[in-house]
């Protein structure tokens, strides 16, 4: 069964995780994606805990992809990116704004050589602006984007969402434009620039917050894990940790209150429509908690499935890994590894049900594919190695040996 897209080809000239995350599920779509790393390698070579070429953090990332090392400051190696930009599809980068153009590899240098090209450029804050040639990292776009000021709880000191949001909010976002611009081309030819950003997809995921702003203009505070348009919806504590309540609208909150044995809030003026329980959540909180703090929270998940009351469990990692939920959709994998043996990897969280994503290939060691595609390109054995006794590129181990 071939993948959705088998016969894509996608350049890979990103690192740390925005730019290889939009690549790694266009590669798990069955895209061939051809990672291009520097000479001093993807700086997640040096993360997770390992030493040298090789990390658990660059396997995480970098799955469905082959490798290669080009020295893009040296004229050759440009002139060999030259040729993969007319030989692919997708070209996707992360340098700061203006890099690539100082290589000779900017959109409009390659537009040039192959007209169809469809080029995404993810940075700190886009290609334009004031900001454009600042560094960009997801701490820093968290706080310049609102969502720290959001994120937490009331009166405590900033704090950022768990998982770095703007990294994978970005390459979300341009996955998507990369897939829609991918259409326009299949029905016109015509390939395009593509720019997004860190702080614009911070920005672009406040849906709520900036719907309270733009509507009421007021500012949108930390409310910790409460919702600021619905009430009951947050962290409830029991008698032996938390649960999660999801009692979003007048319907769920009535069958709420029941089933916890206090009908009367439901007469409660300050709890008579959705704005008065947000409004009042504090008291609303303590009502709640001065009930459900007296059984366990197993008592009171059993109570509320029963009622119909949306709830669940706060896991930690090893429990989400450990649901058998989690293990039937297919959301834990492994892939063997000549360097970590059988590694663990996330699975694909979108279903194809006739073009279904898979893990086919590990992450490439370090400059392991680079004269196998130098091959295709047209290089002989002896530009290969000129080549790379040049600078220009890096062989992978097994190439070396083999010279």
């Known amino acids: 069964m071939k993948q959705a897209l088998h016969g894509v080809k996608v350049l890979d000239l990103t690192q740390v995780m925005a730019g290889p995350f939009c690549t790694l599920l266009l590669g798990d779509l069955g895209a061939d994606v051809v990672k291009i790393e520097p000479p001093s390698g993807d700086s997640t070579r040096g993360m997770g805990g390992r030493q040298g070429t090789e990390s658990t953090s660059f396997w995480a990332m970098n799955r469905n992809k082959r ?41 409009d240098d390659l537009r040039q050589i192959n007209p169809g090209l469809i080029y995404a450029s993810v940075s700190g804050f886009g290609a334009t602006g004031p900001y454009a040639k600042k560094g960009g990292f997801d701490l820093v776009a968290q706080g310049m984007s609102g969502i720290m000021s959001v994120t937490g709880e009331e009166g405590r000191p900033p704090v950022k969402c768990g ?134 929270r197993a008592h009171w998940l059993a109570v509320l499935e029963e009622a119909g009351v949306p709830c669940g469990p706060i896991l930690n990692y090893a429990e989400v890994f450990n649901d058998p939920h989690i293990q039937a959709r297919g959301m834990v994998q492994e892939m063997d590894h000549p360097v970590g043996g059988k590694v663990q990897v996330l699975g694909p969280a979108a279903k194809l049900s006739e073009t279904p994503a898979r893990l086919t290939r590990r992450s490439p060691l370090f400059g392991e594919h680079t004269a196998e595609l130098m091959r295709e390109l047209g290089y002989s054995d002896a530009e290969i190695r000129e080549l790379n006794e040049a600078g220009a590129v890096v062989l992978g181990e097994a190439e070396q040996a083999a010279d």
Not at 179 to 205: F, K, M
Not at 277 to 287: C, E, G, I, S
């Open 67 to 107: 490798g290669m090392v080009l020295n893009l400051k040296h004229p050759q190696a440009q002139a060999l990116a030259r040729k993969l930009a007319a030989w692919t599809d997708i070209w996707v980068e992360n340098y700061r704004p203006g890099v690539m153009d100082a290589f000779g590899l900017g959109y």
């Open 163 to 296: 998982v770095p949001i703007t990294d994978l909010g970005a390459a979300l976002f341009a996955t998507q434009a990369i897939l829609a611009a991918y259409i326009h081309r299949q029905n016109t030819g015509q390939g395009q620039y593509i720019d997004t950003s860190l702080l614009e997809a911070g920005i672009a995921l406040s849906i709520w917050e900036s719907t309270q702003y733009f509507t009421r203009g007021e500012i949108p505070e930390p409310m910790g894990s409460a919702h600021r348009l619905s009430a009951p919806y947050q962290a409830i504590k029991c008698a032996d940790g938390y649960i999660n309540l999801g009692a979003a609208n007048t319907r769920t909150w009535q069958r709420f209150a029941r089933a916890i044995g206090r009908p009367e809030l439901l007469e409660r003026p300050e709890y008579e429509n959705e704005r008065q329980r947000v409004l009042n959540r504090h008291l609303l909180t303590r009502d709640i908690e001065d009930v459900t703090g007296t059984r366990p």
